[in-house]
């Protein structure tokens, strides 16, 4: 049905409180039947009733208001047309450094035509999912199973994981073939998904098992990977990675969790406790590091009797389902044993660099998300008749924050290209050291862009809902990111340091 043209004077006789309309960028809304319903109350809509609102509505609310309440729109003003672009999905930003330079019209070596149709499918797809992401964010409710499955539909979660025979059950976004994937395309996905800016639910849908599952398809039994792979990458079943405990951390070594065989050699059975399990509250299988005769074994352990998770209020959204584990006698198969007895260790360590570099990932598009969102606010946002854009300490602000992250773009772009034509062991023994060095500067990346655009935004980057809300999550969770990476980055560079130099 096509809408009602008015002239701006026949909006101008509707003011009355069961009468009222406005006008934002060209699109008459009659707000008679929401007035009463309005958060910020009836007074500042009657005081723009009759009368063009679009300044301080977008001072005030983001845009994806007007689609929420679009049905309130009843017709345009004749003979003008809207100067704001309305997003739609799938659409690409063309605020200055929104977008990795290969999408802003910038030449790159990297990225061939299956990276650019990638992308391009995947934004349609993000941008759909993107209010269910937001809803569990703000809830703090479980993933549902309609939308883990919807995920797994699109070939998301096997594209996570990045090439490998995974892929072939699945059809991936941009009709990419699995022969064709590569850790460019693995580099878009994560980047793409990190636009949500749902820091917790992204860990609940995602994290827990980029981290987790690989344990299974590169140490579990053929008969493990076949049936535990098709249930987790349909987004059917969820599994999650269970190292941490109370009493140790990084220092795994130190867990206390036990796995002691059975008098038939048929079982272990597992006790312990873990503590801050990413996705765990959630998860059906637990991959399980515990200490067995001579060392430490990685299990896989089904939920069942004997394993109870509890829920861990954490900064960040509880639809992460971050868990504290508790595992009381329970039997597990020996063919449920990851790698080799009491060489756990080697299981543990095997993903790190991949899961760090996955990090890098989200890093760069999150400081990339939040300088679009600082560049729009201070063209937007008016201080005493003037832009926060038009005063040069804003303008230097936004310049520190862009360069940091086109140089961390820089660097991580460089570490995938280096990954794809490496090997598992050469980038074992090159890249364990750049990786942790790069995670180091994202780190501090992510802190200066947190602090100048809380700067910018003021107290609204205080605020989990509305204009601040991307500002908000950063400033909340960057610090998720930090691990003492750089002593790591630097005693990997002193294995390699010739021993004949000197000054």
Known sequence: MSLKQ???????QHTGENDLWIIIDASVYDMSKFIHFHPGGASPLLEYAGKDATED???????????????????????????????????FSKVPYAEPSAWMGFKSPYFKETHYKFRAALRVISDELGPDMRHFEETGKKPTEEFMQKLGSYGILAASLGHGP??????????????????????ILHEELSRWGTRGTGDGV???????????????SAAMKAKIGPEVLSGKKRICLAITEPYAGSDVSKIRATAKKTADGKHYIVNGVKKWITSGHWADYFSVAVQTDKGISMLLIER????????????????????????????????????KENHGFLV???NFNHERWTMLLNACMTARIVIEECFKWAHQRKVFGKRLIDEPVIRNKLASMIAQTESLQSWVENLTYQMCHMDYNEQSDKLAGPIALCKYQSTRVLHNVADDACQIFG???????????????????YKFNAKVLADLGVRQAMKKFPTDARL
Not at 206 to 215: A, C, D, L
Not at 306 to 331: C, H, R
Not at 460 to 477: H, K, P, Y
């Open 348 to 350: 543990v360590l095997s």
């Open 57 to 91: 509505f977008y001072g005030l609310h983001r845009q994806e208001v007007l689609e929420k309440y679009s049905k309130y729109k009843i017709g345009t003003i004749a003979n003008e047309k809207p100067k704001i672009t309305m997003h739609q999905h799938g659409d």
């Open 304 to 339: 069942g009797e004997g394993v109870e998770t509890k829920l861990i209020k954490t900064a960040y959204s509880s639809s992460a389902g971050t868990a504290y584990v508790t595992f009381e006698d329970v039997k597990v198969p020996v063919e449920n044993l990851l790698g």
């Open 166 to 187: 995974w892929l072939k059950n699945y059809t991936l976004p941009g009709g990419v073939r699995p022969e064709e994937f590569d850790y460019f395309h693995e580099m």
């Open 206 to 220: 995602m994290g827990g098992m980029v981290i987790s599952i690989p344990t299974v398809f590169n140490f579990g």
């Open 459 to 477: 107290g609204r980057a205080l605020t989990q809902t509305g204009m601040g809300r991307a500002v908000e999550m950063i400033q909340r969770t």
């Open 6 to 12: 008015f002239t701006r004077q026949q909006v101008g």
